[in-house]
């Protein structure tokens, strides 16, 4: 089992900063890419940023400039740090990781897997 647990969310005036925490857990080889995404009210879920293994990011356009997506292989964690939060980043925030993880009998295999959200709000 893995499980993928996000903090650091909470309420925030325009302008100000977040930084969220994605903690990966249990039975796990290896993670490969690791992303956030986010989903406001009424709109789809959508990709905020991402990072591979090595460390090669991408971010929305949206975001750019403002929100710097970081890992720590060594502990299984990623982060996000948002800058000049707007009102329009308010959404339930959502880290997502491709795991190598192992089935019963110690086979190794991939799976993706998602944490339970963590809510941002930015006022203005």
């Known amino acids: 089992q893995v499980q993928l647990v996000e903090s650091g969310g909470g309420l925030v005036q325009a302008g100000g900063s977040l930084r969220l925490s994605c903690a990966a857990s249990?039975?796990?080889?290896?993670?490969?890419?690791m992303g956030w995404y986010r989903q406001a009210p009424g709109k789809q879920r959508e990709l905020v940023a991402s990072i591979t293994r090595g460390g090669t990011t991408n971010y929305a356009d949206s975001v750019k400039g403002r929100f710097t997506v970081s890992r720590d292989n060594a502990k299984n964690t990623m982060f996000l740090q948002m800058n000049s939060l707007k009102p329009e980043d308010t959404a339930v925030y959502y880290c997502n990781a491709a795991v190598i993880t192992y089935d019963a009998l110690n086979r190794p295999y991939g799976d993706d897997y998602w944490g339970q959200g963590t809510q941002v709000t930015v006022s203005s």
């Open positions: 249990g039975t796990i080889f290896s993670i490969n890419a």
